[in-house]
């Protein structure tokens, strides 16, 4: 199992509370982003810098994600693709995408994205808070909980 992080929109927060939890539980995580991403020294931490075209990021990530992988991102529709691939995703704020929602996740997405075109409604997500932050590390550990063997292997 690998978490994957869609780097370029990730909140630091949210990515140092990845990289303490891959850490105790011994987990591979690969940052992926069309900048330079800066990962502390670790075998199991892996940063790959994409090229910089639209949806990139997203293209990589689909092409190499199995089936029991998580993906970390607030993009809808590469959720959507990776659940396609029997992985999960987990946003920022602690959304669980799983076959069962995301399509009508997309759906919404889509939507606001056409209300927004036209402008009818306004602005972007809201601002990460504390809340957000605890939404997420739950939904983290309940994934996580799911997908890992019951005897995970000793800390190194």
């Keep these: 199992m690998r ?9 630091g927060v949210i990515k140092d509370l990845i990289i303490r939890t891959a850490r105790r ?19 199991l931490l892996t940063s790959v810098r994409v090229a910089q075209e639209p949806d990139e990021v997203d293209r990589y990530i689909v ?4 089936p029991q992988d998580l993906v970390i991102t607030a993009d809808i529709p590469l959720a959507a693709a990776v659940v396609e691939r ?7 704020r602690g959304d669980v995408y799983t076959a ?6 997309l759906a919404v997405r889509n939507l606001l994205q ?3 075109s036209g402008g009818l409604t306004l602005g972007g997500p809201a ?3 504390e809340t957000d932050r605890q939404h997420f590390a739950a939904a983290l550990d309940r994934v996580l909980t799911k997908l890992l063997p019951k005897n995970p292997p ?3």
Excluded: G, M, Y
């Design 154 to 156: 000793p800390a190194v």
């Design 100 to 105: 069962d929602n995301v399509h009508e996740r």
């Design 3 to 11: 978490i994957w992080i869609d780097a370029d929109a990730c909140p």
């Design 25 to 43: 539980r011994q987990l591979a995580v690969c940052f992926v982003a069309n900048r330079a991403v800066d990962v502390p020294l670790s075998p």
């Design 63 to 66: 092409r190499h994600v199995a």
């Design 114 to 116: 056409h209300l927004r």
């Design 127 to 129: 601002p990460l808070t």
């Design 86 to 92: 029997a992985a999960l995703a987990i946003s920022p």
